[in-house]
């Protein structure tokens, strides 16, 4: 039994003699690279939340759609479960294997097929890592906007199967608003493509619909991505505060100010003191919170909102306020200078820090609450924001 599948509520998998499926695959695939040791099969037994684990019973590492296409007709037709991977960052159990299954890895598929400067659009291949695919646009002044904090690793397979966010999607929107296109295969092995190079297609959703199925609706073996123009200019302000009530507090009146940042990011003083321990960026360390605010766009709308943003933090109560002198780069735009938040390992617990799609004006409940509930036993496990990107506030 694992959390993906219990047997007593799923119902009971055929106990498939390993040999034999290894036999068939070897012979109908010859080609295509399966792991079956125990120690080879060992560094795929979790995810990210690594809490959970399960030894597979074979890995597959294909490179091709064909392969991928068999191994699946295999599978279903001896009624082996197959769960898919991609870089495995994911920290909900969704690439945790059965040990009555395969673990299908798309890592290798990892090629940015076409870049459209004119269309902004980008076809890339499932195991492509997030962050490449905006480093890859980059020439062309592009960037894909869906920026996990794990987006120097994860994949774009990944994000799809878990419709991924990150720090600029209030403004930009999660993955699922940021695809066109879709090519998939099902678990029969049956190819279908969803949604379109159009804005919009006919039928029912079901580009929508696959987004975030957490891979439970078939294999992403190709993924078209809009991408973005860059902002001609990013600021980002930092204001601190003495409670995080209040700051939370001024995250809902920024937003009730009509104002949508590119970037909202809080932290408690844990996480500031974790951060500029870590990377000396000149947060203040005895505030109880502060607040990362990066606006986007054009240099006089940029301006204005600097000046509508800083009123508005002031009246919420912001001891000081003061606008980074460095290019912005991690709460801020762009993917240049996003790490996993590596001070989380050294605290007992770091709160989440907000980037603001929840309801805005719950924030400061949400601090409350959430500042209250006993620490996580994993050392910190929420690591989704980050402290340790580095916006130099000096
Ligand atoms: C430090 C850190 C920071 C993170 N920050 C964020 C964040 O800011 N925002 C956020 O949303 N997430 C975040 N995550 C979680 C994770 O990175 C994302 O969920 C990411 O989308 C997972 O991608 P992956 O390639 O690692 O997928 P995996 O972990 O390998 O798999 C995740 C799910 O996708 C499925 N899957 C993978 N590839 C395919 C495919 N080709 N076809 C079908 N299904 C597939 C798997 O079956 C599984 O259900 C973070 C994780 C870490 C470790």
Redesign the pocket.
Same mark, same amino acid.
């Given at each position: 039994m694992n959390i993906l599948y219990d047997e007593r509520i799923d119902g009971v998998l055929p106990n498939v003699d390993k040999a034999a499926l290894l036999n068939r695959l070897h012979q109908q695939v010859p080609d295509l690279d399966l792991l079956w040791r125990e120690e080879e099969l060992k560094p795929y037994e979790c995810?990210?939340l690594s809490a959970y684990r399960t030894m597979p019973m074979l890995v597959a590492l294909p490179r091709r759609l064909e392969q991928v296409q068999k191994l699946l007709e295999i599978c279903h037709a001896e009624q082996v479960p197959v769960?898919?991977? +991609?870089?495995? /960052?994911?920290?909900?159990?969704?690439?945790l294997p059965l040990e009555k299954g395969v673990l299908?890895v798309?890592?290798r598929?990892n090629n940015i097929l076409h870049i459209d400067p004119a269309a902004r659009t980008a076809r890339v291949q499932?195991?492509v890592?997030?962050l490449a695919i905006s480093q890859a646009a980059a020439p062309f002044g592009l960037y894909y906007a869906?920026?996990?904090?794990?987006?120097i690793?994860?994949?774009?397979?990944?994000?799809?199967?878990?419709?991924?966010?990150?720090?600029h999607c209030l403004k930009y929107g999660?993955?699922v608003h940021n695809l066109l296109k879709l090519e998939?295969l099902t678990v029969e092995g049956e190819r279908l493509t969803l949604g379109s190079e159009a804005l919009d297609s006919p039928g029912f959703d079901l580009l929508a619909l696959f987004t975030g199925?957490?891979?439970?609706? +078939?294999?992403? /073996?190709e993924v078209t991505v809009k991408l973005l123009p860059k902002a001609q200019v990013a600021k980002v302000l930092l204001a601190s505060f003495d409670s995080v009530e209040k700051a939370g507090r001024a995250v809902a009146e920024i937003i009730a100010a009509g104002i949508i940042p590119a970037g909202l990011e809080m932290m408690d003083n844990l996480a500031i003191r974790a951060a500029e321990d870590f990377i000396h960026a000149g947060y203040p360390v005895d505030a109880e919170a502060i607040l990362l605010c990066e606006l986007d766009g054009v240099e006089a709308d940029v301006h204005d909102d600097c000046r509508r943003v800083r009123d508005v933090m002031q009246q919420a109560g912001a001891s000081e306020v003061r606008q980074a002198r460095t290019k912005p780069n991690a709460c801020a735009s762009g993917p240049d200078a996003k790490m996993?938040?590596r001070p989380s390992v050294a605290c007992r617990r770091i709160t989440t820090a907000w980037?603001a799609p929840s309801p805005a004006a719950n924030c400061p409940a949400y601090w409350k609450a959430s500042r209250a509930s006993p620490p996580n036993t994993a050392c910190g496990s929420p690591?989704?924001?980050?402290p340790a990107t580095a916006t130099c506030i000096r």
């Open positions: 995810d990210g769960v898919a991977r +991609g870089a495995g /960052t994911g920290l909900s159990g969704g690439a299908l798309m890592a598929f499932p195991g890592r997030n869906p920026d996990p904090s794990s987006q690793a994860c994949s774009i397979g990944g994000n799809v199967a878990e419709n991924a966010g990150g720090v999660l993955t998939v199925s957490e891979g439970l609706l +078939g294999i992403v /073996t996993p938040s980037t690591t989704y924001s980050t």
